[in-house]
């Protein structure tokens, strides 16, 4: 499974990007995706998550009412839409792929290379 994160990019405070992750694999929907994010000097940590159809998603409190993920699996592809973006959001994003429910970085087992989104004040 290869996965490959793009769409970051430089931001205002209050504005708004949207991450793609293409999945090269070929069953997409058998596997749970997750986001994360790494901020300089920081760990990585969970952002949220999307079931394999789509129907259930789970978000940190950080992006809970800003942040939205969907995927289309006719596409293979994950989203992140990010709105109310805020200067501490600024991070390398990455997408997984993985088969538990789970916000631990450690059970997914398939990362994307990572981009990078800054959000300016």
């Known amino acids: 499974v290869q996965l490959q994160a793009f769409g970051g990019g430089l931001v205002q405070a209050g504005g708004s990007l949207r991450l793609s992750c293409a999945a090269s694999v070929q069953i997409f929907v058998a596997y749970i995706m997750g986001w994360f994010r790494q901020a300089p000097g920081k760990e990585r940590e969970f952002v949220g998550r999307?079931?394999?159809?789509?129907?259930?998603?789970d978000y940190a409190d950080s992006a809970k009412g800003r942040f939205n993920i969907s995927r289309d699996n006719a596409k293979n592809t994950v989203y992140l839409q990010m709105n109310g973006l805020k200067p501490e959001d600024t991070a390398v994003y990455f997408c997984a792929a993985g088969s538990r429910v789970s916000r631990k970085d450690d059970e997914y087992d398939y990362w994307g290379q990572g981009t990078l989104v800054t959000v300016s004040s």
């Open positions: 999307i079931s394999r159809r789509g129907g259930t998603t």
